[in-house]
């Protein structure tokens, strides 16, 4: 179940960023660097120091943030049942034990948030969250270690918590301590594990019924349309398809926060109005749904066009599970490089706001290499590759690509570079729900046009996304021996050089043997008014830190 909420938390970045580029202002992240501490026996991280955000002199808080978002969550806080997006809608009031970070410099990894610190021991096979003591709900009781394992204990129940077989037992030594006993160390926990939503576990009960188990079906009810964490916000009201509304949490933990006083989200998926009510006063912040078009035209008209450092490159991906497939042919997949126009493509469709990919790794990410040999367009070596697996009279190809206006300008932008190079393109233009099905599900008959995402933690791109046990399942895409037998030992690596080394040895194989044609990379953004101070994805996509958001009068 874990895989199906990483899935949706990258699907309602999609509506943002598969459409979208990104524009030259870069934001400024204030995090202090923390670093791990490795030693034979354990790994720790020192308590956070980005908790003491505060306003700037001279600015004053409050006032009620307008904003725009493009769906709604389905379910609230049974993780089990938490559908696309549901996550991302819900963090205003619902945290986590440990949250991602970035520091100035880029670089990356888990904090402490909910707990004050944990330490990871791969020897001793122990997980132990120490966590900050007053914490409360909003229902006013307290986050304590035995309603810490009981969060545990649902999400194990629901199946949601991803490695959950390697948990032998979760103990509480007193009531701010939580030791997770594993059979086998991965240096995947902290994500897996840290990034756990702690909910109440008594507002749970009092309405779970006569059954107060963690899977009661009258408390999975209750949690479609309800949601009680520890968060800085307090749900008001949830219109679905229309609008929700939060209000401050007036006992929130940390002092002083949040600096508003509300937020009031509007539902609306079309980008056309969406803009006009920016440009008329009537919203502060478009969080989600812009495209680089819009970017290129509100930029000049004084609205602020952040981007961050998560995005989601783009890619090509030939169906290599179906032992019938051309794409099992390593001289199909090159030709299929060879033959996109990357950097003309990529100017047309970003506006100069996307980058284009030469390897699978983007420069700022691990796993990229400045002196791999890459495959630059050259049509005629395509052609060349084609006539010897084949298909010296054309190669048809059918290319799934959603059917949204950019991702279908995208298509006719590559099914005319393709065809230019010896292959026979027809676009199969689907609906949200048969691409994500096909992608992530029953898989894609041919050639698909797909996104894969950059994680908090380095190797977890490639864990999360290429894996032999991915958070995002991509239905149609064969992991080969070498990927088999290096997940069996990579998780294993408990030292960040021990981590980028492997990580470059695995991007490395995978490009060499063409299984991703890797196409341009589109970053996070938002757009804002002046007035508006916020990082929506200085964390990545995972955790949005709504209380340190901030408005000058206006």
């Known amino acids: 179940m874990k895989k199906l909420v990483f899935i949706a938390l990258i699907l309602i970045l999609l509506t943002s960023l598969v459409v979208t580029g990104c524009s030259g202002t870069s934001s400024t992240t204030t995090t202090t660097k923390t670093t791990s501490t490795t030693s034979a026996t354990s790994t720790a991280t020192p308590t956070p120091t980005d908790l003491a955000t505060a306003l700037p002199p001279g600015a004053v808080s409050g006032g009620i943030l307008k904003a725009v978002i493009t769906a709604g969550p389905a379910m609230m806080s049974y993780r089990g049942q938490m559908g696309p997006s549901d996550a991302?809608?819900?963090?205003?009031?619902?945290?986590?034990?440990?949250?991602?970070?970035?520091?100035?410099?880029?670089?990356?990894?888990?904090?402490?948030?909910?707990?004050?610190?944990?330490?990871?021991?791969?020897?001793?096979?122990?997980?132990?969250f120490k966590l900050r003591q007053g914490v409360k709900f909003t229902d006013g009781t307290e986050m304590t270690a035995s309603v810490v394992k009981w969060n545990f204990q649902q999400d194990i129940d629901n199946g949601w918590l991803q490695d959950a077989d390697k948990i032998t037992s979760i103990d509480t030594p007193d009531n701010y301590t939580v030791v997770i006993h594993f059979t086998?160390?991965?240096?995947?926990?902290?994500?897996?594990?840290?990034?756990?939503?702690?909910?109440?576990?008594?507002?749970?009960?009092?309405?779970?019924?006569?059954?107060?188990?963690?899977?009661?079906?009258?408390?999975?009810?209750?949690?479609?349309?309800?949601?009680?964490?520890?968060?800085?916000?307090?749900?008001?009201?949830?219109?679905?398809?229309?609008?929700?509304?939060?209000?401050?949490?007036?006992?929130?933990?940390?002092?002083?926060?949040?600096?508003?006083?509300?937020?009031?989200?509007?539902?609306?998926?079309?980008?056309?109005?969406?803009?006009?009510?920016?440009?008329?006063?009537?919203?502060?912040?478009?969080?989600?749904?812009?495209?680089?078009?819009?970017?290129?035209?509100?930029?000049?008209?004084g609205f602020k066009v952040e981007k961050y450092w998560p995005g989601l490159p783009q890619m090509l991906l030939g169906n290599t599970v179906d032992p019938n497939s051309k794409w099992n042919d390593i001289r199909v997949r090159e030709a299929l490089e060879y033959a996109i126009d990357k950097t003309n493509i990529n100017q047309a469709l970003g506006r100069g706001y996307y980058t284009a990919s030469p390897q699978i790794s983007p420069s700022t990410e691990w796993g990229y290499q400045p002196n791999l040999p890459v495959r630059e367009y050259n049509p005629t070596k395509a052609k060349e590759l084609l006539a010897a697996a084949g298909f010296t009279n054309g190669c048809p190809v059918t290319l799934l690509i959603q059917n949204v206006p950019a991702s279908v300008d995208a298509g006719e932008a590559i099914k005319q570079s393709m065809d230019g190079a010896g292959f026979q393109v027809t676009l199969d233009l689907a609906d949200p729900g048969r691409f994500f099905a096909s992608v992530f599900g029953t898989g894609w008959a041919d050639l698909v046009q797909m996104f894969y995402g950059m994680d908090v933690n380095y190797l977890g791109t490639y864990m999360s996304w290429f894996s032999t046990d991915p958070k995002s399942n991509l239905a149609?895409?064969?992991?080969?021996?070498?990927?088999?037998?290096?997940?069996?030992?990579?998780?294993?690596?408990?030292?960040?050089?021990?981590?980028?080394?492997?990580?470059?040895?695995?991007?490395?194989?995978?490009?060499?043997?063409?299984?991703?044609?890797?196409?341009?990379?589109?970053?996070?953004?938002?757009?804002?008014?002046?007035?508006?101070?916020?990082?929506?994805?200085?964390?990545?996509?995972?955790?949005?830190?709504?209380?340190?958001?901030?408005?000058?009068?206006?």
């Open 184 to 301: 086998v160390y991965s240096n995947q926990y902290e994500f897996n594990w840290g990034w756990t939503t702690i909910f109440s576990q008594a507002a749970w009960e009092a309405n779970a019924g006569a059954d107060k188990s963690t899977t009661s079906e009258q408390g999975i009810q209750w949690a479609v349309s309800h949601v009680v964490g520890t968060g800085p916000f307090i749900l008001e009201n949830y219109t679905r398809d229309v609008s929700m509304t939060w209000v401050k949490n007036p006992n929130y933990w940390q002092a002083g926060k949040p600096f508003l006083d509300g937020m009031e989200w509007r539902i609306i998926t079309e980008s056309t109005t969406a803009s006009s009510l920016l440009q008329a006063g009537e919203i502060d912040l478009w969080y989600q749904g812009h495209s680089a078009q819009d970017w290129a035209q509100l930029a000049p008209l």
């Open 88 to 128: 991302t809608y819900t963090m205003p009031a619902a945290e986590y034990l440990v949250e991602p970070y970035v520091d100035a410099q880029g670089n990356r990894g888990w904090i402490p948030f909910l707990c004050k610190s944990y330490t990871i021991d791969p020897n001793g096979k122990t997980f132990t």
């Open 476 to 554: 149609s895409y064969k992991r080969d021996d070498f990927q088999v037998n290096f997940d069996k030992t990579v998780v294993l690596i408990p030292d960040t050089a021990g981590q980028q080394a492997a990580m470059n040895e695995v991007m490395k194989h995978m490009y060499e043997q063409a299984t991703i044609c890797p196409l341009w990379w589109v970053p996070a953004a938002d757009v804002a008014a002046k007035y508006v101070h916020d990082e929506i994805y200085r964390h990545g996509f995972i955790r949005v830190d709504w209380e340190n958001v901030w408005m000058d009068a206006h």
